[in-house]
């Protein structure tokens, strides 16, 4: 089945900065990436998503890249606020699944 | 509020109970998705629904079960009850399945705790 990895674990970066975070996938039959952000107690929520017939997609200060080749895709921040600061989730397409990574912590620090 | 309903919020209870969690989808989403949540841990999927059939599993346990009625809803059945099945357990929903997945809508959770 589909194996979803994520790096780093935890992320703390100044408010203002950029915060960038990376995933791989194994399943090359895998078509849809979203990212899902948790603030602590809640619902994952979507906050952006990319399918495989393109390569980049930005929505405001929060873009994902996808490089089927490599079978990896990143989240970027930009401009980090403290209201960021979450728990990101991204996940892949596999076998009437959606598979998620383990989870990435983002502290911004004002 | 995403549409997907989950009752009990909260539920307390012993060591080898049983309990039922319930989740009903978003208007019109055929797919229902249950996945555990554990102290800061991932998201660990367990089950997943089609129409009323099952369409994947995950690393369920033997001692959890489910099943999604006509109306589409959805209950999780968990028992012989440890410690370790403490947790905060998602349903979530959405429109269809397989490779024409999209967007999950999740639910606020059960939260669990076994004492």
């Known amino acids: 089945g589909e194996n979803v990895e994520q790096h780093p674990s935890t992320l703390s970066v100044q408010e203002g900065d950029s915060a960038v975070i990376k995933c791989t996938y194994s399943?090359?039959?895998?078509?849809?990436f979203p990212w899902y952000k948790q603030e602590l107690g809640k619902r994952p929520q979507l906050i952006i998503d990319?399918?495989?017939?393109?390569g980049e997609k930005k929505d405001q200060r929060i873009a994902v890249t996808l490089n089927k080749t490599a079978k990896h895709f990143s989240l970027h921040i930009t401009e980090t606020q403290p209201e960021d600061s979450a728990v990101y989730f991204c996940?892949?397409?596999?076998?009437?699944?959606?598979?998620f990574g383990t989870g990435t912590r983002l502290t911004v620090i004002p | 509020d995403s549409g997907v309903t989950q009752t009990p919020k909260h539920l307390i209870t012993a060591t080898g109970q049983r309990v039922t969690l319930r989740c009903s989808p978003r208007?019109?989403?055929?797919?229902v998705y249950w996945y555990q949540q554990s102290l800061d841990q991932g998201l660990q999927f367990l089950i997943q629904?089609?129409?009323?059939?099952?369409?994947a599993k995950g690393n369920i346990l033997e001692r959890f079960s489910a099943q999604q009625f006509p109306d589409l809803h959805s209950e999780l059945n968990l028992s012989s009850l440890e410690l370790g099945d403490s947790a905060l357990y998602f349903c979530?929903?959405?429109?269809?399945?397989?490779?024409?997945?999209?967007?999950?809508?999740f639910g606020e959770g059960s939260r669990l705790t076994v004492l």
């Open positions: 399943d090359s039959a895998s078509n849809y």
């Open positions: 629904y089609y129409n009323g059939e099952e369409r």
């Open positions: 996940a892949a397409t596999g076998a009437n699944n959606l598979f």
């Open positions: 208007s019109g989403d055929l797919s």
């Open positions: 979530a929903s959405s429109v269809v399945s397989g490779s024409n997945t999209g967007e999950l809508f």
């Open positions: 990319i399918r495989s017939n393109v």
